[in-house]
């Protein structure tokens, strides 16, 4: 295969990288509990950060404060890591589809935020 096919093949698959990546920086994730919170990487450990340190003040999407139960914390944390790997299947999904159709559209199917 000449390397200006090789490269025309990949690019689906950069384009589909770039594009997980801007919503795994900070996605916006329902708690379940009435509001939602930034649910990135980072945020993700400053929880679990709140969790190991019994630091039960957290800070909501809208910059509202609320104190939460250790529970809550919990529900929380389960919610951000389920958004995870949630993200993680619909681009293993869209990788797929590429695999067999370079043109498939990367944009749409992805989970709703918050």
Do not use: C
């Amino acid at each position: 295969m000449p390397k200006i096919e090789i490269a025309r093949a990949k690019m689906p698959k950069v384009a589909l990288k770039e594009l997980f990546l801007s919503k795994m920086v900070k996605p916006l994730v329902d708690t379940g509990l009435g509001f939602s919170v930034d649910g990135g990487r980072d945020n993700l450990q400053d929880f679990q950060s709140g969790l190991a340190l019994n630091v039960l003040i957290v800070r909501d999407s809208t910059n509202t404060m609320h104190t939460v139960t250790t529970a809550e914390m919990y529900q929380i944390i389960t919610a951000i890591q389920t958004n995870g790997m949630v993200l993680y299947q619909r681009k293993w999904e869209l990788e797929a589809l590429i695999d067999s159709d370079p043109d498939t559209d990367i944009t749409t199917g992805w989970p709703t935020t918050a």
